[in-house]
């Protein structure tokens, strides 16, 4: 079955770095784009950034543009989220998520979810 | 960029009665939206997606409709284990950008 696996959370200052990771198991993790998604405490979800099956493609939502950076190694079935010049509003759940399209043909929706890991920017 | 309106934002239901979630686009969206149900501490779980379309597992008691601005999320005879939250997710206009309605809860009356 998939799975989908995050770390790498924790408590960091404003203006700090953090890089998490999702490792992923039960699909051809090489098949397929991926998206992180957050969800700040309380409130909604929100799509953070999507790359593709192959690394070279990436999109990012408007509110992380030049501070986060995505990647993947489909060597080891791992994929990861660069945060760097955190702010307050960056306090979130993260996901990682599968994209349910496969390869060429990303739809921008998510058929699994990891079970997140938790950011919090504080000082 | 469209965004995504749910309401009400609190729904309280009996068990064994129907549901019916409302979520409205600003803009059109044709049938590209998705329902995600998100129990407390657990991750979101994809229902249904182009609109109407159950993913795979999810039983026929849910059911989605509508196309363009206006969409419904039908809970047909709700059980306990679908009091959560529910939120809608279009992606139209992906990449870049995909939207969340702030989601609607379903609680026991």
């Known amino acids: 079955q998939v799975q989908l696996v995050e770390s790498g959370g924790g408590v960091v200052q404003p203006g700090g770095s953090l890089r998490l990771s999702c490792a992923a198991s039960g699909f051809t993790f090489s098949n397929y784009g991926m998206h992180w998604v957050r969800q700040a405490p309380g409130k909604g979800l929100e799509w953070v950034t999507y790359?593709?099956?192959?690394?070279?493609?990436?999109e990012y939502a408007d509110s992380v543009k030049g501070r986060f950076s995505i990647s993947r190694d489909n060597s080891q079935n791992t994929l990861y989220l660069q945060m760097s010049s955190l702010r307050g509003e960056d306090t979130a759940v993260y996901y990682c998520?599968?994209?349910?399209?496969?390869?060429?043909?990303?739809?921008?929706?998510?058929?699994?979810w990891g079970q997140g890991t938790l950011v919090t920017v504080s000082s | 960029e469209a965004v995504m309106t749910q309401s009400p934002a609190t729904l309280s239901v009996f068990p064994g009665e129907r549901a019916t979630l409302s979520c409205r686009a600003s803009?059109?969206?044709?049938?590209?939206l998705a329902w995600y149900q998100q129990k407390p501490g657990q991750a979101p779980r994809l229902l249904i997606y182009?609109?109407?379309t159950r993913a795979t597992g999810i039983p026929a008691r849910f059911s989605g409709s509508g196309s363009g601005t206006e969409f419904t999320l039908t809970i047909s005879s709700l059980q306990s284990g679908d009091f959560a939250v529910y939120y809608c997710h279009q992606y139209n206009n992906w990449p870049p950008e995909g939207t969340f309605g702030q989601g609607t809860k379903v609680e026991i009356k």
């Open positions: 790359i593709r099956y192959t690394g070279n493609i990436r």
């Open positions: 803009l059109s969206i044709s049938s590209n």
């Open positions: 998520a599968k994209e349910i399209g496969f390869k060429e043909r990303p739809l921008g929706y998510f058929d699994f």
């Open positions: 182009d609109a109407s």
